[in-house]
């Protein structure tokens, strides 16, 4: 693996990009939370297949798809971060999370699975939390049955399962993640199977645009508060999205605003994180499923990397 450019802030979030021997780029990127030290909690980010199928119209990843990578390759992008900072694979961090969501489905890729099984034992990591974020495609139950397995043997309260959903309306799913997919019902009976007494609840996550159906009743019908949690993030202003007219419900640079969504879910009895990077994070794209390399080669040159992979950015109103 070559790593063949890189961006961002070392106190913030730096996305890299590398060239596999097979010519295939990828990226992955590690980032910190300011004013946490990387000792407190150090979050990488990884890619586990080249592009993606499923295409979502909000990701810049699902522009192409070229195979999976094997366990060696995911491997090397979660070794070069390491060894950056902690070349002894001794990794302090109270949390260090490992995200399997950059490029690619990661249910896709039974790879992914030996990393989890490998993961504990090739670092010493007492912080170590792996995190799974899929769409719960509807192929994929060997995935998941697996995943299971490996998070009661391994994991025990130190795993994080998200699952994307996006909308509660069945069209609007199917046009935002446009895959056969697990209906709501199998994600609550799964996701009921899963958690277990000290376990992280499982994740539900909505990127809402402005125009997103997002029922709280229809959460409720399915998913109890008890297991489930919500995660609510800003649509990223990638290519693709802009393409699809979609803009994000979410201000990006307004933290601390109250939004109608929000107040609804938590008077549903959710927990509900509003999940906002910080500025530069965002810039660089430190979220699920984008590809930076499109924005590389809309580039004139390299140079337009360190401006940020943002397409131009909408006008928000203060409040929602
Ligand atoms: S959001 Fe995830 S599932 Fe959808 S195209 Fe991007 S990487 Fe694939």
Redesign the pocket.
């Known amino acids: 693996m070559k790593v063949i450019s890189s961006a961002g802030q070392e106190n913030i979030a730096t996305v890299f990009l590398a060239q596999m021997p097979n010519n295939n780029i990828i990226e992955f990127l590690e980032s910190v939370q300011p004013p946490y030290p990387r000792e407190k909690k150090w979050v990488l980010i990884v890619s586990t ?1 080249y ?6 119209p ?5 522009g192409f798809y070229k195979g999976k990578l094997s366990k060696d390759e995911i491997f090397k992008q979660i070794d070069f971060l390491v060894k950056r900072h902690y070349p002894d694979f001794c990794i302090p961090a109270d949390k260090f999370k490992i995200q399997f ?5 990661p249910s896709f890729n039974m790879a992914v699975l030996d990393v989890l099984e490998e993961l504990p034992s090739r670092y010493q990591a007492p912080g170590l939390m792996p995190c799974i ?3 719960a ?1 509807s192929v994929s139950d060997k995935f998941f049955e697996r995943l299971l397995d490996i998070k009661e043997r391994y994991y025990r309260g130190k795993f994080q399962l998200q699952f ?1 959903i996006h909308s509660t309306d069945e069209k609007e799913r199917d046009f935002l ?1 446009p ?1 056969k997919k697990w209906s709501f019902e199998k994600i609550a009976e799964y996701g009921a199977r899963f958690f277990k007494e000290g376990d992280r609840k499982v994740t539900l996550n909505f990127a809402p645009s402005e125009k997103s159906i997002i029922d709280v009743k229809v959460l409720k019908n399915h998913f109890d508060p008890k297991l489930f949690f919500i995660k609510i993030t800003p649509l990223n202003p990638t290519y693709r999205a802009e393409k699809s007219r979609l803009f994000s419900y979410i201000n990006p640079d307004l933290k601390d605003s109250k939004y109608d969504l929000i107040e609804s879910l938590r008077g549903g009895g959710y927990e509900v994180l509003l999940s906002i990077g910080e500025s530069a994070e965002n810039q660089i794209g430190s979220n ?4 930076i390399t499109q924005h590389l080669n809309k580039a004139e040159d390299q140079c337009r990397l360190a401006d940020g992979y943002n397409c131009k950015l909408r006008e928000y109103s203060e409040t929602k």
Do not use: W
């Open positions: 297949l592009g993606c199928p499923i295409k979502c909000i990701c810049d990843a699902g969501a950059r490029m690619g489905e974020s899929s769409v495609p994307s993640i895959v699920c499923g984008q590809y």
